[in-house]
Nanobody, 120 residues
Framework: QVQLVESGGGLVQPGGSLRLSCAAS????????MGWYRQAPGKRRELVAT???????NYADSVKGRFTGSRDNAKNTVTLHMNSLKPEDTAVYYC??????????????WGRGTQVTVSS
């Protein structure tokens, strides 16, 4: 089983910054894409940022220019630097990995989520 454990998050004022980190562990064979999704109350889960194993990134339009994702393939970690935070960024942020285990087909894995609240 592949486990994803997030850290970071919390309460921040509008215009502030936060950093989220996620570490993957377990019987990992390969991780193809890692990244972050978020879900606000009453809304569907949406993509925030993803990074392929080759370093290609994909960002939601709403976070472009404010959020930056990075990944360490050797350590199986992914980080999201969030700047100029807005109240509408308030959500539970989930770490995501498209990965395969030893003797197990490729599939999606999710962390338990970490709360980010942007409020004055």
């Amino acid at each position: 089983q592949v486990q994803l454990v997030e850290s970071g998050g919390g309460l921040v004022q509008p215009g502030g910054s936060l950093r989220l980190s996620c570490a993957a562990s377990g019987s990992i064979f390969s991780i193809y894409t890692m990244g972050w999704y978020r879900q606000a109350p009453g809304k569907r889960r949406e993509l925030v940022a993803t990074i392929t194993s080759g370093g290609s990134t994909n960002y939601a339009d709403s976070v472009k220019g404010r959020f930056t994702g990075s990944r360490d393939n050797a350590k199986n970690t992914v980080t999201l630097h969030m700047n100029s935070l807005k109240p509408e960024d308030t959500a539970v942020y989930y770490c995501y990995a498209d990965a395969s285990e030893l003797h197990v087909s490729r599939r999606d894995y999710w962390g338990r989520g970490t709360q980010v609240t942007v409020s004055s």
